[in-house]
């Protein structure tokens, strides 16, 4: 069984950083991309930010030079790094990845449970 668990979210002020991590767990052969997803209240979910294995990485513009996504494949970790935050950053953040349970290497897609940012004006 694969568990995806977040952590780091909070309140925080306009201008200021918070950083989540998200732990996977569990049944975890291989982990193949991972990323992060907020969804705000009345709105649909969106992807903030992915990595893949190698550690490339792709971001939405509206978090470009703010946020910073990375892993450690050691540590079946991956962490979201953010600056500058802005009210309109304020979400349920998800961590989401693609993982192989055991050696057949096939893939299956886990969310996490959510962490919530606020971030006051």
């Known amino acids: 069984q694969v568990q995806l668990v977040e952590s780091g979210g909070g309140l925080v002020q306009a201008g200021g950083s918070l950083i989540l991590s998200c732990a996977a767990s569990g049944s975890t052969f291989s982990i193949d991309d991972m990323g992060w997803y907020r969804q705000a209240p009345g709105k649909q979910r969106e992807l903030v930010a992915a990595i893949t294995r190698g550690g490339s990485t792709n971001y939405t513009d509206a978090v470009k030079g703010r946020f910073t996504i990375s892993r450690s494949n050691t540590k079946n970790t991956m962490y979201l790094q953010m600056n500058s935050l802005k009210p309109e950053d304020s979400a349920v953040y998800y961590c989401?990845?693609?993982?192989?349970?055991?050696?057949?290497?096939?893939?299956?897609?886990?969310w996490g449970q959510g962490t919530q940012v606020t971030v006051a004006s």
């Open positions: 989401n990845a693609d993982i192989a349970p055991d050696w057949s290497g096939l893939l299956d897609n886990y």
